[in-house]
Structure formats: C-alpha cells, structure tokens
C-alpha cells in the first residue's frame, strides 16, 4: 500500500497568516493526491482534486500544488473557520489510502 | 444535490456480521460516472477505505478486509450496502459511505454524515 504522511502533525496559527501543510506519498503518484476538510463530528469533505483543482464551492483561498511524491496545501488567510483536521488522499492506485492528518488551530 | 445517509445497527456483537446501508437521495445510483463506497474511522487507524462498487454491479475491495467484506447495490431503492464478517473490537469504527467520481482520476466529493458502530457483546 501507499503510505501517505503529513507534516506537521499539527499547527497553530493566527487569523489572517499562510498557512501551508505538506502530504508525501511513499512512492510516485503524479497527481493522484486528493485533500479533505474535517471538522469534528462531521464528515470529510473535498477541497482540492486532482493535485490542484479546487472543488467548487470551496473559498479561493485554499489551494494545492505538487506531484510525484510531495504534495502542499495552502491557506492563504486563515479564517476562524478553517479550524479543522486536514487529510491528503491518493488515488493512483487502490486501496486509496489517508494520510494521518493535520490538526489546524486557530491561536 | 446528491445526498448521502447511512443506516444501521450501532452495536454488533464479536465474530457477527456488521450491515450497513447507504441510500442517495437527490440523485440516481445508475450513473456511470459513480462508484459508492464505504470509509472507516477510527482514532487509531484513521481514515480506511473499504471498497466501493460500481451501480453495474463491479466492486473493488481493500485486500486488508477483502475476505470478510461484501458490498453489494440496489440500484431499485437507490442503495448501497455493506457487509463486513466475523467482526471483532479493531472493527469498531466510524463509518461513512461516499460518492466517488471516476474519469481515470478519482475522488470522493460527497459523503454520508457518518455513522458509529460498537462491536461489542
């Protein structure tokens, strides 16, 4: 299986500042990398496809950039409401498999 | 706008079968764009997938859980469902079904609210 990993395991940041968080695959993936939202209580939900195609109805100041093993997210002005766990996904090859997560705080 | 629920008991007892179901609401399961699958949760493991099926009926299994998983779809009453066997305490887990879109890249767009199952006696 592919093995996804996250750095940092958690952070916390202020309203307004960049905040970018980091997937690796263990092995090549192109751009099979997906990332996910979750808040506590609620189901994930997809912010960015594909690498770096934001799904539609989410905010234009997240995005996504990478391929091959390395893989970012970025917020660019953290809100309030993006408190939340974030999880990288691959789908180059099945099983599709998470990474362990990022637990964003708001300071 | 599609919608995802699942259904089930939330307590199942050691070596017994867990079932779950998923009914799509908003839109139709007979899609060939769709698979719809079912992920776990739990705080040790994370997030797992565990299969998914296609509504022509084709499926794919994580080959961690393959021997004890059926997933199966009902595309009359616009349901998928799962069935996991011979379950124990590791099987205690959040579960949610979801969509996912397939054009050669895939993704998982929308989700049920989730679900809890307890394995327990």
């Known amino acids: 299986d592919i093995q996804m990993t996250h750095s940092p395991f958690s952070l916390s940041a202020s309203v307004g500042d960049r905040v970018t968080i980091t997937c690796r695959a263990s092995?090549?993936?192109?751009?099979?990398l997906n990332w996910y939202q979750q808040k506590p209580g609620k189901a994930p939900k997809l912010l960015i496809y594909t690498a770096s195609n934001l799904q539609i109805g989410v905010p234009s100041r997240f995005s996504g950039s990478g391929s091959g093993t390395d893989f970012t997210l970025t917020i660019s002005s953290l809100q309030p409401e993006d408190s939340a766990t974030y999880y990288c996904?691959?789908?180059?090859?099945?099983?599709?498999?998470f990474g362990q997560g990022t637990k964003v705080e708001i300071k | 706008q599609v919608q995802l629920q699942e259904s089930g008991p939330g307590l199942v007892k050691p070596s017994e079968t867990l079932s779950l179901t998923c009914t799509v609401s908003?839109?139709?399961?007979?899609?060939?764009?769709?698979?719809w699958g079912w992920i776990r949760q739990t705080p040790g493991e994370g997030l797992e997938w565990i299969g998914s099926?296609?509504?022509?009926?084709?499926?794919f299994y994580n080959p961690s859980l393959k021997s004890r998983v059926t997933i199966s779809v009902d595309t009359s009453k616009n349901q998928f469902s799962l069935k996991l066997s011979s379950v124990t305490a590791a099987d205690t887990a959040l579960y949610f079904c979801?969509?996912?879109?397939?054009?050669?890249?895939?993704?998982?767009?929308?989700w049920g609210q989730g679900t809890t199952v307890t394995v327990s006696s």
């Open positions: 996904q691959q789908s180059y090859t099945m099983p599709w498999t």
């Open positions: 092995q090549s993936i192109r751009t099979y």
């Open positions: 908003g839109g139709s399961i007979s899609s060939s764009s769709y698979y």
């Open positions: 099926i296609h509504y022509s009926g084709s499926t």
């Open positions: 979801a969509r996912r879109f397939e054009n050669g890249y895939s993704h998982m767009d929308v």
